[in-house]
């Protein structure tokens, strides 16, 4: 929502002129329309176009990799690329797992580790909303269970407990859908900061031999990176939001 960075601008265009897939955009609004809002006029939209079979949505600091529309050949009911954020102590993927406490009650999701295990497809429990791919009949049956596919969560005190794209995830769940992450789709999110903090960040990840920063197997760690180009061109509705 709002401005939307330069690189992210010129990879919507090479996605438009593209010939594998059927690529139309959706563009939102005034910047000041809250996202939950946001995202939900663009699913309104998505499926009021019965001819589009899946729902890209981009968030406007986000840059995908070029070859991202290829994520429609996992066939899943959802699918995030990656996309990394500053949770106030680290850098972190967006994508969750549910974590419970001692009499099984949910508590807060923790940040998933990625690196684990060998299969680029990963289920998880949460995802942020900065680069997901969505099935038609996805959002059908989230729509047809009465439920808002986005909303901000909040507590007794009218405090925010949880985002509009933890909520999505716990809805999607709770209709019975699953939810991956592909680490061959790894996006660019930009934001400001300071150059000497960054420089201490990157010392800090590389003398504890965290790897994290520097994803060599799964991309090539930009915004252009991952896998070859595959057959097969399904309609794709894409939205940049």
Same mark, same amino acid.
Request: glycine share 10%; hydrophobic share 35%; net charge negative.
């Given at each position: 929502?709002?401005?939307?960075?330069?690189?992210?601008?010129?990879?919507?265009?090479?996605?438009?002129?593209?010939?594998? *897939?059927?690529?139309?955009?959706?563009?939102?609004?005034?910047?000041?329309?809250?996202?939950?809002?946001?995202?939900?006029?663009?699913?309104?939209?998505?499926?009021?176009? =019965?001819?589009?079979?899946?729902?890209?949505?981009?968030?406007?600091?986000?840059?995908?990799?070029?070859?991202?529309?290829?994520?429609?050949?996992?066939?899943?009911?959802?699918?995030?690329?990656?996309?990394?954020?500053?949770?106030?102590?680290?850098?972190? #993927?967006?994508?969750?797992?549910? +974590? *419970?406490?001692?009499?099984?009650?949910?508590?807060? #999701? =923790?940040?998933?580790?990625?690196?684990? !295990?060998?299969?680029?497809?990963?289920?998880?429990?949460?995802?942020? !909303? @900065?680069?997901?791919?969505?099935?038609?009949?996805?959002?059908?049956?989230?729509?047809?269970?009465?439920?808002?596919?986005?909303?901000?969560? *909040?507590? +007794?005190?009218?405090?925010?407990? +949880?985002?509009?794209?933890?909520?999505?995830?716990?809805?999607?769940?709770?209709?019975?859908?699953?939810?991956?992450?592909?680490?061959?789709?790894?996006?660019?999110?930009?934001?400001?900061?300071?150059?000497?903090?960054?420089?201490?960040?990157?010392?800090?990840?590389?003398?504890? @031999?965290?790897?994290?920063?520097? #994803?060599? +197997?799964?991309?090539? !760690?930009?915004?252009? @990176? !991952?896998?070859?180009?595959? =057959?097969?061109?399904?309609?794709?509705?894409?939205?940049?939001?």
């Amino acid at each position: 929502m709002g401005n939307i960075v330069t690189e992210l601008a010129q990879r919507l265009l090479a996605l438009a002129t593209q010939q594998q *897939y059927r690529v139309t955009f959706f563009l939102l609004y005034p910047p000041q329309i809250p996202h939950d809002t946001a995202r939900n006029l663009i699913v309104k939209q998505f499926l009021e176009h =019965k001819e589009f079979t899946h729902l890209l949505q981009i968030d406007s600091d986000v840059v995908p990799p070029s070859n991202i529309l290829e994520m429609v050949e996992n066939d899943v009911d959802i699918c995030s690329a990656v996309c990394f954020v500053w949770n106030g102590e680290e850098i972190v #993927p967006t994508a969750a797992l549910q +974590q *419970y406490d001692e009499h099984g009650k949910r508590t807060r #999701p =923790k940040g998933a580790r990625l690196s684990d !295990g060998d299969k680029d497809l990963q289920e998880v429990d949460f995802i942020g !909303g @900065g680069c997901v791919m969505m099935k038609r009949s996805a959002l059908e049956t989230i729509r047809a269970s009465g439920k808002s596919a986005y909303a901000f969560d *909040y507590d +007794q005190d009218g405090i925010m407990w +949880q985002g509009e794209d933890y909520h999505f995830s716990q809805v999607a769940r709770d209709c019975g859908l699953r939810i991956h992450v592909d680490r061959r789709f790894i996006c660019g999110h930009y934001k400001s900061v300071d150059f000497a903090w960054l420089n201490r960040l990157i010392h800090t990840y590389w003398k504890a @031999g965290d790897n994290t920063l520097l #994803p060599e +197997q799964h991309g090539n !760690g930009n915004s252009d @990176g !991952g896998t070859n180009a595959r =057959k097969g061109p399904p309609t794709s509705g894409g939205a940049a939001g």
